[in-house]
């Protein structure tokens, strides 16, 4: 039963991956919006990217780790 719960929490496809960045990128986007009001000017605005900036980086790994399980899946089944 653990396992079928456990198996809700892990990403498969890529179209998974995608939304997942998106609610990211969401995220993101508000709390640099809110270092924007907070903090006005230079400040503000270089929070705002490194907000943003994370998504990207997040958003690569998500998807090279993807990429990395289905080659790994692939080699196992071949070599079975």
């Known amino acids: 039963m653990l396992g079928k719960i456990g198996r809700l929490f892990v990403i ?3 179209a998974e991956a995608f939304l997942i960045i998106y609610a990211l990128a969401l995220g993101a986007v508000e ?3 809110a270092y924007l009001t907070q ?7 270089l929070l705002f990217l ?3 900036g994370a998504v990207f980086l997040a958003g690569a790994k998500i998807l090279d780790c993807l ?4 080659a790994a899946k692939a080699a196992n089944a071949a070599s079975t």
Request: with cysteine; charged share 35%.
């Open 12 to 14: 498969k496809t890529r």
């Open 31 to 33: 709390r640099g919006s």
């Open 39 to 45: 903090f006005p000017g230079w400040g503000g605005k």
């Open 50 to 52: 490194a907000c943003t």
């Open 67 to 70: 990429k990395y399980e289905r």
